[in-house]
């Protein structure tokens, strides 16, 4: 299994609070996702990065923000949660445009 | 009109049974992705494919690129195969690896 670690694992916070999810991984990949899976909806990216510093919006990115300080982690916030921001998490990982992605095990948010 | 569309949305077999999943897609793309994920779980990626046709087990995947349609089998199915499955698509040019989803099938294989 590839190396990528996401935490908190569950996480419940009150709305108005800022969270931090953090994504972790071993494989030395270059490029980082975060994704949310909703139901209806399913999965929608929120941002991702192509390297280190280099960050971009994705297609559900308003009132998120990210950062990749180094190759091994990046970090999604919410800087004030909504009730609008309940979902499940995941982070992904791959190596180059056209080559598998590696998923973490998600982390569910519930915002009340 | 989704990027990405699966049928069936959800799907009922008998153990032993043969199953189809398919995917169609409106835009040029560098690959595709089944993915599997089970009821709780994580996401587990199936295949990655850009053309032609895939086998590992009991699961088979193939693309025609020129119809803009993918297909998931699965031969012999089992309880265990019981997941969402995912089909995903990166878009051709400079799309750093970024996914778009379709909505999932929920198989259901009874014993």
């Known amino acids: 299994d590839a190396g990528i670690t996401q935490s908190p694992r569950h996480k419940v916070t009150e709305t108005g609070t800022p969270v931090t999810l953090r994504c972790h991984q071993t494989?030395?990949?270059?490029?980082m996702y975060w994704y949310r899976q909703d139901p209806g909806h399913g999965l929608r990216l929120i941002h991702y990065?192509?390297?280190?510093?280099?960050?971009d919006k994705g297609e559900v990115s308003d009132g998120y923000s990210v950062s990749r300080s180094k190759t091994e982690d990046f970090l999604l916030t919410l800087e004030s949660a909504t009730s609008s921001q309940t979902s499940v998490y995941f982070c992904?990982?791959?190596?180059?445009?056209?080559?598998?992605?590696?998923f973490g095990q998600g982390t569910r948010l519930t915002v009340v | 009109k989704n990027e990405v569309e699966q049928s069936p949305q959800n799907l009922t077999a008998q153990e032993g049974e043969f199953i189809t999943i398919n995917c169609s897609y409106s835009v040029g793309i560098s690959a595709l992705h089944w993915l599997q994920q089970h009821p709780g779980g994580g996401i587990v990626s199936l295949f990655m494919?850009?053309?032609g046709k895939k086998k590992h087990g009991r699961l088979i995947a193939t693309i025609n690129i020129q119809e803009k349609h993918s297909s998931l089998h699965i031969t012999a199915s089992h309880p265990r195969d019981s997941a969402v499955y995912i089909c995903?698509?990166?878009?051709?040019?400079?799309?750093?690896?970024?996914?778009?989803f379709g909505q999932g099938t929920i198989l259901t294989v009874h014993p």
């Open positions: 990065s192509y390297g280190v510093k280099d960050t």
């Open positions: 494919l850009s053309s």
């Open positions: 494989e030395n990949h270059r490029y």
């Open positions: 995903a698509v990166e878009s051709g040019g400079t799309s750093y690896g970024k996914l778009t």
């Open positions: 992904a990982i791959s190596d180059w445009r056209g080559t598998e992605a590696f």
